[in-house]
T-cell receptor, first 111, second 115 residues
Framework: SQQGEEDPQALSIQEGENATMNCSYK?????LQWYRQNSGRGLVHLIL?????REKHSGRLRVTLDTSKKSSSLLITASRAADTASYFC???????????FGKGTSLLVTP | GAVVSQHPSRVICKSGTSVKIECRSL??????MFWYRQFPKKSLMLMAT?????????EQGVEKDKFLINHASLTLSTLTVTSAHPEDSSFYIC???????????FGDGTRLSIL
């Protein structure tokens, strides 16, 4: 069953601005991952954060994890038009298990 | 990096046709692959877990006789949609687990349209 819930469902910003997306989940997790999906394409893995980690960076991406609140956030800094896509958080209960996806945030970055 | 190839990318066929979708891990062995289904503007829903050399594990509500999964080798899993009908039209995506505490890697998906 779906576990993650992203917020907001849709986000529209201008190039250069920062985009923040939030994800909440319901049960204990092993890892939380963020993926990007361009329209009609597969998923591209962005970043994985383990349950014992609180923050992780990768380029313009910053992910936080608060296991006490069962929530995570994805921050994209200095956004570009190419960042336009849907972003999903996904959790797994244990290593090698299937992922539970949230509903996703649709991000539109306008030039 | 780990690459998962999914083929075909798009299928359009008549109602009653069976369609086979392949998912290959190109540069790693995957003992476990997953099949997901995605409706327009919706999230991914797990259909089944495919384990090499054993029967797939299906999620509740997914008909195993409708969606046949074969994981014949460590690099290939196939999903066959049997006697497809318009309601089976969807975006099907596979993923492969590389091992350890690593992320899953996804194929590019297959857009299935049943007329």
């Amino acid at each position: 069953s779906q576990q993650g819930e992203e917020d907001p469902q849709a986000l529209s910003i201008q190039e250069g601005e920062n985009a923040t997306m939030n994800c909440s989940y319901k049960t204990s997790i092993n890892n939380l991952q963020w993926y990007r999906q361009n329209s009609g394409r597969g998923l591209v893995h962005l970043i994985l954060i383990r349950s014992n980690e609180r923050e992780k960076h990768s380029g313009r991406l910053r992910v936080t994890l608060d296991t006490s609140k069962k929530s995570s956030s994805l921050l994209i800094t200095a956004s570009r038009a190419a960042d336009t896509a849907s972003y999903f958080c996904a959790t797994d209960a244990a290593t090698g298990y299937a992922l539970n996806f949230g509903k996703g945030t649709s991000l539109l970055v306008t030039p | 990096g780990a690459v998962v190839s999914q083929h075909p990318s798009r299928v359009i066929c008549k109602s009653g046709t069976s369609v086979k979708i392949e998912c290959r891990s190109l540069d790693f062995q995957a003992t476990t692959m997953f099949w997901y289904r995605q409706f327009p503007k919706k999230s991914l829903m797990l259909m089944a877990t495919s384990n090499e050399g054993s029967k797939a594990t299906y999620e509740q509500g997914v008909e195993k006789d409708k969606f046949l999964i074969n994981h014949a080798s460590l690099t290939l899993s196939t999903l066959t949609v049997t006697s497809a009908h318009p309601e089976d039209s969807s975006f099907y995506i596979c993923s492969a687990y590389t091992g350890g505490n690593q992320p899953q890697h996804f194929g590019d998906g297959t857009r299935l349209s049943i007329l």
